[in-house]
Each structure stands twice: as structure tokens, then as C-alpha cells.
């Protein structure tokens, strides 16, 4: 717990408030200007699409520019362009705004998680991030509902007030972080980093894990029904806790045995979660399938990042970063997406279980990962 660290817990509070606050504000308010549904996943479509986009591009921007710039840039993206919805309704406006932030957000994860990652101690980065993870969760479960309620009781200008507070006030604390880490190593660029099967075979399994997180988040208040739909606040509030609790106690085990072993029971508690959500009229049946879900999925974030970080130098936490937060919004855009299409042609109950299914296929990554793991290891060590 050092100086820097402090001050970059600032900048993510800050980044994690302003983006959750508008996440289910800027839909609806995009829908009430005229063109329903399609205007409110347009919003949300732009918002992920220029996140995405923004992260591949930022480490080349770090390698540039510096941690404090392009953390700093960020923050302003994410916070000045909120209070221009206050003036228009229009789609341009919206989806122009969306994809400022969009860039923004990209910009504080990705050169905000590699300097974080960089400001903890090898010996001790799985637990850090764990707690790093934390002071991120934190906003998703306060702001998003806050944002909700805020925009029903202030009007939709409060919440864009609101975030951009939250983004702004953070900018005193970037000057007090890093602008250069004294790395060993050569950079890794992300074309270099898409050819390295070390670091993808972690992400594809992040990927599957984060498809399913958008799908429980999306989906569950839409798919539970009978007497288990009195649960679906409950259980949108048990999954993230227990993947925030899980995430913290994979970090310390990663810390003392490796991360390597915890990639299958995260995959493994993900897929049954998600496959036992298929009995989606039992109020029993849904809570423990959000808890199984929410454990592995903590267990998989915390593991495949710790484990990416592990494989590369220092000069390549950017890429790692940048790769590790392409898996989680894109799985989660593309779960969203795809879930909905399944669901329309089987109905829920199928859905699910299918989905539960196919994740197992990222099972052949994780044993490739473990035999490759096992066979670098000295043959007295195995």
C-alpha cells in the first residue's frame, strides 16, 4: 500500500464511478428521444464498440505518451463530454458522446492497469490486483443502481453532472502516479501480443467467462420466472459479491502456488453456474447458480490476468492489460448479442444450458496451458 498505489486507487474510483453511473442511465435516454429499443442497444453497442477499439490502440499511446498522459486524457473523455446530453436528445449527440467515453474508459483501464500492475510487488500481484479488483467493484455495485435512481428523482442532468465529477476530480491525483516505469524487457506490441499463444490461451478463457457474465447480467431479470422472480435482485447482488470475494482469495493462493491450477475450477464453476440457471423457476436453483457463477468468474479474472502479467516483462504490462480488457467487454458485448438470437429460437431454459455447454470447449485451452506449463518446468520440479 504505497503512495502511488493510493493515488491510482483514486483515478479508478473516479474512471469506475463516472462510467457505471451513465451505463443504464444513457440507454433509456436515448429510447425517450424517439426509436425505442434500437436507439438504447445503439448506445450501448457504440459505448463497448469504441472501448474496444480504444484499448487496442492504447499501448502504442503509453509508449508514446506516458502513463499520466493517456491516464490523464481519459479521465477527460470520460467526464467532459457527459454534461453535452444535457442539450440534446439527438442520436448524434448520444452516440458521439458514447464513443468519447467509450475511448476514455478504454484509456484509464488499460494504462491505468498497467501502471497498477507495475506499482505491485511481484510476489505479491495476485492479491494486489484482487484488491485492485475490489476497489473497482465497488462503483459497479453503488453507481449503477445510484445512476438509476438518481436520473428518477433529479432528472437525467444530475447523473450526467455526476459523472463527470467523478472522472474530473480524479485528474489532481494522476500527477502524484508514474509517468515512466524503469522496465526490463522490450515493449510487446499488440500485433506480437495476438501471436503469442501464452497470453491468448488465459484471454480465450477469460473470453468465455466474461460471455457468460453478459448474459447473467442482461438476461437473468428477463429469464426467471415463477416463484424464483422475487430472487433476481438478490441475485444480481450475490453474483458479484461472490466473484469479488473469490477474486480475493484466488489472488492470494495465486501468490503462493501459482495461478496456472486455478484456470480449470474457474471455467468449470462458471460453466455449471450457468448451466444449472437453466432451472430458472426455482428460487433455490438461481441463487446457487449465481454463487457457482460468480466464484468461478472471480477465479478466472483474477487468475488469467495474474498469469498473463506473469508471462511477459514489465515493458509489456500495456499489452496485457489492453488484451485482458479486449476479452472482458468484447465477451461480454458478444454474450449479450448472441444469447439474445439463442434464446429467440429455443427459449431460456435451453439457452442456458446450451450455453453451459459450449463453455466447456474453452477446456481445451486450459489443459494445453497446464501441459505446456508442466513441460517448461525442470524435470526435479514436476
Known sequence: MTRPLLLRFVSILGASTSFYLLLSVVPGYAASGGGGGGRAGLATGTLMLATVVGEFATPALVNRYGYRVVL????????????ALVFSRGLWCVVAVCVLRGLGFAFTVVA???LTASLIPAERRGEGLALVGVVGG???LVALPLGVWLAAHAGPGAVFGAAAVAALAALPAVPGLPERLRT???????TEGLRRPELLRPAAVFTVTAVAAGIVVTFLPLAVSGPARGCVAVGLFVQPAAATLARWLAGRHADRRGPAALLLPGLLLSAAGTLLMALRGSPVAVIVAVVLFGTGFGIAQNATLTLMYARVPAAGYGTVSALWNCAYDAG?????????WLAAGTGYPWAFALTGVVMLGALAPVLTDRRTARASLPATTR
Do not use: T, Y
Open 184 to 190: 526490463s524487457g522490450r515493449p510487446v506490441a499488440m
Open 72 to 83: 490523464a486524457f481519459g479521465l477527460g473523455l470520460l467526464g467532459a463530454p457527459a454534461p
Open 332 to 340: 461480454m458485448g458478444a454474450g449479450a448479442v448472441a444469447f439474445g
Open 112 to 114: 491505468g492497469g498497467a
Open 138 to 140: 465497488v462503483p459497479s
